[in-house]
Nanobody, 115 residues
Framework: QVQLVESGGGLVQPGGSLRLSCAAS????????MAWHRQAPGKERELVAT???????IYADSVKGRFTISRDNAKNTVYLQMNSLKPEDTAVYYC?????????WGQGTQVTVSS
């Protein structure tokens, strides 16, 4: 079992920055992929970024060049640095640990980008 807790969400103006953190309660296995997803009102949840234990990253086209996902394996923590935020980035952001047979999800943290 993995417990995930996100933090760092809030209200920010367009062009601003925010850093999300996701702490896992227990040990994450080397084969696990950690990821951030987001879900805006009225829309389906979408993948934002993924990172492997070795640091390989994948980003959605909509955030590429603006967001950076990183992972501290020793601390069982994944981060999402969000820069140049846009109103369309407004969503609930969810942390995920992905295994071949199961996905563990955090409770989500709200990010609102508005002037």
């Amino acid at each position: 079992q993995v417990q995930l807790v996100e933090s760092g969400g809030g209200l920010v103006q367009p062009g601003g920055s925010l850093r999300l953190s996701c702490a896992a309660s227990g040990r994450i296995f080397s084969g696990d992929v950690m990821a951030w997803h987001r879900q805006a009102p009225g829309k389906e949840r979408e993948l934002v970024a993924t990172v492997t234990s070795g640091g390989t990253t994948i980003y959605a086209d909509s955030v590429k060049g603006r967001f950076t996902i990183s992972r501290d394996n020793a601390k069982n923590t994944v981060y999402l640095q969000m820069n140049s935020l846009k109103p369309e980035d407004t969503a609930v952001y969810y942390c995920k640990v992905q295994r071949s047979w199961f996905n563990y999800w955090g409770q989500g943290t709200q990010v609102t980008v508005s002037s």
